[in-house]
């Protein structure tokens, strides 16, 4: 029985965490209070073969070995169709870390990870153990300090794979570090973003751009010369050291008439093919950049859908982007007078899509109620479940939407927890973040509760 509320006065309703948009009381100090983390041990899969080797493995039997002349590109085509319903959840113990906003794999087992509560790590997938990767501090004491902060909202490696972009100690300054080793190469946090960084793009191997919730867009070089050397600089204490760069270009995202003050930047994404940068302002706008040395502004689109635009993805191969909303999913091909795709729609509760990737023709969506689902540009539906079939038959669509659920997470069952939602046992992951591992047809989710108050997180590795 859930405990009795006691005194007459009533209670707010917490704020849902929109993409992590509102703020948090969870800072650095919050993640160091938070002790060793202790991951579970968790056993090894029996197998790592690859969906595509499955696949071709299969056909192999069905078809003696003979005749075989499917290239790897079209059967992967046909995996990427046929993956989601053979995934399967292994969840993934991250002790009291709260919500995992943003994540990118930085090998075959290695996933590193940023959360609402600042901290910024690295989880072995297949033994579960957790390393702690320091943050980058502002050469001095920043104004932001006595705020709370908001956490690691974006990560994102750069096209060959050797930086790593992220936010810094403080969540207004870009941090960036060499890959492998995840040493500091450079922060940047002199006259840069004034509040704190929500997104982050690689426009190529030494540029990155950074929108954020000042409602600006910053665009960084690196010096090839501050990660020419294989070993990091550390000074007399032992200390690394790292340079301080400012950004080359910022522009700011044109005031709209509706929403004057809710300009914040609130998601990125750049097409290599048209070397333009496209972002989102949570007051319902898609805004296009020319993105050479400098960005020069192409235009600005009022979305069909304007509540908690959080999070965008971009195909080059369809020229194609995704917008995603409360309840939506809209395209955007910036050359199109009349967008011939529609918009789909979630109907998962109004809670939100909180994720979006591309990969071919398959969309996945990470949702706010704790599903992933599967949407077909070319056929413009979702994927189905298949029917159970009859021996003599092939199993078909079962006109049932594909859903994958994912598992209930870690919860602090705190006071608020208790008062506000009368210590209910399980409550539904966000799902701020999803990235694959397409060579090993692997795919890590992770999130936390929705509402802000809540502290909590969730992580799996389906495969």
């Given at each position: ?165 992220t936010g810094g100690e403080n969540p207004n300054s870009l941090a960036v570090y060499q890959l492998p080793t995840l040493d500091p190469v450079c922060l940047g946090d002199r006259h840069g973003h004034k509040d704190w960084i929500f997104t982050i793009a690689w426009m190529s191997d030494t540029v990155a751009v950074s929108g954020s919730r000042d409602g600006t867009v910053a665009l960084w070089r690196m010096d090839p010369d501050m990660f020419s050397g294989s070993i990091a600089w550390h000074n007399d204490a032992g200390l690394p050291v790292y340079a301080h760069i400012r950004p080359r270009d910022m522009e700011t995202i044109p005031r709209s008439s509706t929403s004057p003050s809710n300009r914040k930047v609130r998601a990125l994404a750049f097409s290599g093919k048209n070397q333009e940068l ?186």
């Amino acid at each position: 029985m859930a405990p009795q509320q006691t005194g007459s006065r009533k209670r707010k309703a917490p704020a849902i965490e929109a993409g992590a948009a509102s703020s948090s009381s969870q800072g650095l100090a919050a993640a160091d209070a938070e002790g060793p983390l202790l991951p579970k041990k968790q056993k090894r899969p029996a197998t790592r073969r690859s969906l595509v080797h499955y696949l071709k493995g299969r056909e192999v039997g069905a078809w003696g070995g003979s005749g075989i002349s499917d290239s790897e590109g079209e059967l992967r085509g046909y995996a990427v169709q046929k993956l989601p319903e053979l995934l399967r959840e292994r969840e993934l113990a991250l002790g009291t870390l709260n919500k995992v906003f943003a994540s990118q794999w930085l090998n075959a087992r290695q996933v590193v990870c940023g959360t609402k509560c600042n901290t910024l790590f690295v989880v072995d997938v297949h033994s579960g153990q957790i390393t702690r990767i320091p943050l980058m501090r502002d050469r001095g004491p920043w104004l932001a300090r006595a705020q709370p902060t908001c956490g690691i909202h974006a990560i994102e490696l750069n096209p060959s794979k050797t930086l790593l972009a992220t936010g810094g100690e403080n969540p207004n300054s870009l941090a960036v570090y060499q890959l492998p080793t995840l040493d500091p190469v450079c922060l940047g946090d002199r006259h840069g973003h004034k509040d704190w960084i929500f997104t982050i793009a690689w426009m190529s191997d030494t540029v990155a751009v950074s929108g954020s919730r000042d409602g600006t867009v910053a665009l960084w070089r690196m010096d090839p010369d501050m990660f020419s050397g294989s070993i990091a600089w550390h000074n007399d204490a032992g200390l690394p050291v790292y340079a301080h760069i400012r950004p080359r270009d910022m522009e700011t995202i044109p005031r709209s008439s509706t929403s004057p003050s809710n300009r914040k930047v609130r998601a990125l994404a750049f097409s290599g093919k048209n070397q333009e940068l496209g972002a989102v302002s949570l007051d319902g706008y898609f805004h296009l950049w020319k993105a050479r040395s400098t960005l020069s502004r192409l235009l600005s689109i009022r979305l069909p859908y304007c509540r908690e635009n959080v999070c965008l993805t971009y195909c080059d191969e369809l020229s194609l982007y995704a917008v995603g909303s409360q309840s939506h999913v809209s395209f955007l091909d910036p050359r199109q007078r009349q967008q011939n795709i529609r918009p789909l729609c979630s109907r998962e509760g109004g809670t939100g899509v909180r994720s979006l990737s591309f990969y071919q023709h398959i969309i996945t969506v990470g949702t706010g109620h704790g599903s992933l689902l599967f949407y077909d540009i070319r056929a413009q539906k979702f994927l189905e479940e298949r029917a159970s079939a009859s021996p003599d038959s092939s199993p078909g669509p079962s006109g049932r939407k594909l859903k994958l659920t994912c598992g209930r997470g870690w919860l602090n069952h705190d006071d608020l927890w208790v008062n506000y939602f009368g210590g209910i046992g399980e409550f539904p992951n966000a799902l701020y973040t999803h990235c694959y591992n397409w060579p090993e047809m692997k795919l890590f989710v992770a999130g936390g509760p929705l509402p802000s108050g809540l502290h909590g997180n969730y992580a799996g590795l389906w495969s």
